[in-house]
């Protein structure tokens, strides 16, 4: 079984940037789909980016597309989330999360394995 553990969270100003990681351990997740979602107190968790076992394929939602950018190094069994152009809607704990299939996916219930989630705190 794959344990995800995310780190790279935080307090940023708005405007910033910050860069997520989420190593795996347990196992390889060379061969399989990653993604990335987030959930802000009274919220529902939202997907923000998922990449297929190559990263080939890449897929973000409208909020974040042009700001966050998805990458692997499979060699590392690490899975990262760059951010910029921060802003307090950001604001969130975030997940990585693993599915048992090569492709992407957007979402949640696609996904078989998660962390336990880095904070992020963007303030204005």
């Known amino acids: 079984q794959v344990h995800l553990a995310e780190s790279g969270g935080g307090l940023v100003q708005a405007g910033g940037s910050l860069r997520l990681s989420c190593a795996a351990s347990g196992r390889t997740i060379s061969s399989y789909g990653m993604g990335w979602f987030r959930q802000a107190p009274g919220k529902e968790r939202e997907f923000v980016a998922g990449?297929?076992?190559?990263?080939?394929?890449?897929y973000y939602p409208d909020s974040v597309k042009g700001r966050f950018t998805i990458s692997r190094d499979n060699a590392k069994n690490t899975v990262y989330l760059a951010m910029n152009s921060l802003n307090p809607d950001d604001s969130a704990v975030y997940y990585c999360?693993?599915?048992?299939?090569?492709?992407?996916?957007?979402?949640?219930?696609?996904?078989?394995?998660w962390g336990r989630g880095t904070q992020l705190t963007v303030s204005s």
């Open positions: 999360a693993e599915r048992r299939d090569p492709s992407l996916a957007a979402v949640e219930g696609s996904y078989d394995y």
């Open positions: 990449i297929s076992w190559s990263g080939t394929n890449i």
